[in-house]
């Protein structure tokens, strides 16, 4: 007797398709029509839609990576052509490469040394000088050592750099009741990034105080002031020097610091409250301050010494102001616009 063969036998017919993992592929045999035979028979009518997708994608990722290129490529030497022809005057840009900052200061410090001079301290001068100066630049940098001057408030003023190493600062000074400006020459070594004095500084004029236009004094609130005057005084006390009632003044919310004893107050000269509004006002004040010193202020308009005795200042503030019942509160204050009179 034959042996029944263990091996499961397929139920499809040899040459039947194979069936597919998507209903509606053209070689399921649930379909009507008979599937193509033949090695060079298409499978259905899937051909690699996707696949199409993802090639047309990736032409366009190409395209765009080349227009980037190519727009890159066209604008640098376009940039540096522009750079090469920007005239040598041209103030110092966030991208030129040049140490402003570092640069202004140390021009600065210079400055102080170089317009401060007395024919009776040579070498001190000289000495001061040296860590700004080239080697071999002349001990006095241009003074034939006789006369004196002083200078003061030295600040930066402008800078115009000229090139990647190379820059002329300009610092602002008051020598007696003249302000004026010095402009000097800097070099920047790179390599060590520091810098030297490159040729001989250029006193200027510096440009005169601008006019201020009149301004048209606006209407006042005086009921307000009136109401609102015994409470910044009592304020102002406080913020002088008693900072343990300070914060009784001070609005919900807010920490008000004062000057804890720094000066002395002494009058609350002027209260100005625009006319209109409600609980929150804007008000100025102007303020007399005692200056600290080793005497009380006095009224006396002639004082035997002047420097023994506690001076005046009159500071004015811009205060916001906002009401609580019958009660006013501070909310912020800070330093005033400008006044009516210029």
């Given at each position: 007797?034959?042996?029944?063969?263990?091996?499961?036998?397929?139920?499809?017919?040899?040459?039947?398709?194979?069936?597919?993992?998507?209903?509606?592929?053209?070689?399921?045999?649930?379909?009507?029509?008979?599937?193509?035979?033949?090695?060079?028979?298409?499978?259905?009518?899937?051909?690699?839609?996707?696949?199409?997708?993802?090639?047309?994608?990736?032409?366009?990722?190409?395209?765009?990576?080349?227009?980037?290129?190519?727009?890159?490529?066209?604008?640098?030497?376009?940039?540096?052509?522009?750079?090469?022809?920007?005239?040598?005057?041209?103030?110092s840009?966030?991208?030129?490469?040049?140490?402003?900052?570092?640069?202004?200061?140390?021009?600065?410090?210079?400055?102080?040394?170089?317009?401060?001079?007395?024919?009776?301290?040579?070498?001190?001068?000289e000495?001061?000088?040296?860590?700004?100066?080239?080697?071999?630049?002349?001990?006095?940098?241009?003074?034939?050592?006789?006369?004196?001057?002083?200078?003061?408030?030295?600040?930066?003023?402008?800078?115009?750099?000229?090139?990647?190493?190379?820059?002329?600062?300009?610092?602002?000074?008051?020598?007696?009741?003249?302000?004026?400006?010095?402009?000097?020459?800097?070099?920047?070594?790179?390599?060590?990034?520091?810098?030297?004095?490159?040729?001989?500084?250029?006193?200027?004029?510096?440009?005169?105080?601008?006019?201020?236009?009149?301004?048209?004094?606006?209407?006042?609130?005086r009921?307000?002031?009136?109401?609102?005057?015994?409470t910044?005084?009592?304020f102002?006390?406080?913020?002088?020097?008693?900072?343990?009632?300070?914060?009784?003044?001070?609005?919900?919310?807010?920490?008000?610091?004062?000057?804890?004893?720094?000066?002395?107050?002494?009058?609350?000269?002027?209260?100005?409250?625009?006319?209109g509004g409600?609980?929150?006002?804007?008000?100025?004040?102007?303020?007399?301050?005692?200056?600290?010193?080793?005497?009380?202020?006095?009224?006396?308009?002639?004082?035997?010494?002047?420097?023994?005795?506690?001076?005046?200042?009159?500071?004015s503030?811009?205060?916001?102001?906002?009401?609580?019942?019958?009660?006013?509160?501070?909310?912020?204050?800070?330093?005033?616009?400008?006044?009516?009179?210029?």
């Amino acid at each position: 007797m034959a042996r029944r063969s263990t091996v499961q036998r397929d139920p499809r017919i040899a040459g039947d398709p194979e069936l597919s993992a998507y209903p509606d592929f053209p070689d399921d045999p649930d379909l009507d029509r008979a599937p193509a035979r033949g090695r060079g028979a298409s499978r259905g009518r899937w051909s690699g839609g996707g696949g199409r997708w993802l090639v047309w994608t990736g032409r366009a990722v190409l395209w765009a990576l080349i227009v980037v290129i190519v727009v890159n490529g066209v604008r640098a030497p376009f940039e540096r052509f522009t750079q090469q022809n920007a005239p040598s005057g041209a103030v110092s840009t966030p991208g030129s490469g040049f140490p402003t900052v570092q640069a202004s200061a140390f021009a600065a410090q210079f400055a102080e040394v170089y317009l401060n001079f007395d024919g009776a301290r040579l070498a001190e001068r000289e000495s001061r000088l040296a860590p700004y100066l080239p080697e071999g630049a002349e001990a006095q940098f241009g003074w034939d050592g006789f006369g004196r001057m002083s200078a003061g408030a030295v600040q930066p003023y402008g800078i115009e750099v000229v090139d990647a190493d190379n820059a002329v600062v300009t610092v602002a000074y008051q020598s007696e009741n003249r302000r004026q400006l010095l402009s000097v020459p800097v070099y920047r070594d790179r390599l060590a990034e520091r810098f030297v004095v490159a040729g001989r500084p250029g006193i200027l004029p510096a440009p005169r105080a601008a006019d201020l236009p009149p301004k048209a004094a606006p209407e006042r609130d005086r009921a307000a002031e009136q109401e609102l005057r015994t409470t910044l005084e009592d304020f102002f006390k406080a913020y002088a020097g008693d900072t343990t009632s300070l914060q009784q003044y001070a609005d919900a919310g807010v920490t008000l610091q004062g000057f804890g004893g720094a000066f002395t107050f002494l009058q609350l000269k002027d209260l100005a409250v625009p006319a209109g509004g409600g609980a929150a006002r804007e008000v100025t004040a102007t303020v007399t301050w005692g200056v600290p010193s080793k005497a009380a202020p006095t009224v006396d308009p002639e004082p035997a010494d002047p420097g023994q005795t506690g001076g005046k200042l009159e500071q004015s503030y811009l205060l916001t102001m906002v009401k609580q019942g019958d009660k006013w509160f501070v909310k912020d204050i800070r330093g005033a616009y400008r006044s009516v009179a210029g």
